[in-house]
């Protein structure tokens, strides 16, 4: 079956631009995460929606950034004003959303670059 | 500071047996993942362990915990060229019930032929 996808799957703006990051995530999955991977760093959390709860904003690094998810299917990362340092590969992750073992399947990534 | 520590890099010779190590500060942690990532892909999960486990076997996979230390390893039997990758640590908490992962910086695996 179809897994997690993410588009584009390259994306350089400039300095002060707006990006939108888009995530399908695999059907019947009501989970979904955003991780940030920055050149050699780990995969660090930024935001996380279950089902129809507010999502757990907590690990998103400025007001710049923002996600919604619509129709508990489809996600929109969006970065406002981008900086350089803003540059890594951002992956987007789903599961089913269940309790004990719930296995998160990750997209491909965007590798953003801000110049 | 890292919450979950591993070595940056490994080279092992092809044939060999490949361990990569992790430690994990979080003693709640209720289960660990190992992920593989290949050049330019995005993680695929390789193996877990649930944290009443101490070992775990998966064909050419070995995972060991030792809770009480927190550390946790990925042996690889008879590394082949093809498992060249960063391997990631992770570990699953209960944030208010949400469970994102923390994950590790990653160990790249070189495989000499």
């Known amino acids: 079956g179809a897994g997690v996808s993410q588009s584009p799957s390259n994306k350089v703006t400039e300095k002060g631009k707006d990006v939108e990051l888009r995530c399908d995530p695999i059907?019947?999955?009501?989970?979904l995460y955003w991780y940030r991977q920055s050149l050699g760093q780990g995969l660090e959390f930024l935001i996380y929606?279950?089902?129809?709860?507010?999502?757990?904003k907590s690990g998103l690094p400025s007001d710049r950034f923002s996600a919604e998810r619509t129709g508990g299917s489809v996600s929109t990362l969006t970065i406002q004003r981008t900086q350089q340092e803003d540059s890594a590969v951002y992956l987007c992750?789903?599961?089913f959303g269940t309790g004990g073992l719930d296995t998160q399947y990750f997209g491909p990534g965007t590798r953003l670059t801000v110049l | 500071g890292e919450d979950v520590e591993q070595s940056l890099f490994l080279s092992v010779r092809e044939g060999d047996s490949s361990v990569i190590n992790c430690t994990y500060t979080?003693?709640?942690?209720?289960?660990l993942y190992w992920y593989k990532q290949e050049p330019g892909a995005g993680l695929q999960l390789l193996t877990y362990?649930?944290?009443?486990?101490d070992m775990k076997q998966d064909q050419r996979l070995t995972v060991l915990l030792n809770k009480k230390d927190k550390h946790l390893s990925l042996r690889i039997a008879d590394t082949q060229t093809g498992d060249s990758a960063i391997y990631f640590c992770?570990?699953?908490?209960?944030?208010?019930?949400?469970?994102?992962?923390?994950f590790g910086k990653g160990t790249r695996l070189s495989v000499i032929a």
């Open positions: 992750a789903s599961s």
């Open positions: 059907s019947g999955h009501t989970a």
């Open positions: 929606f279950q089902g129809n709860s507010a999502p757990d």
């Open positions: 979080d003693s709640s942690s209720t289960y």
């Open positions: 362990i649930f944290s009443n486990m």
């Open positions: 992770a570990e699953s908490r209960k944030f208010s019930g949400n469970t994102p992962l923390v």
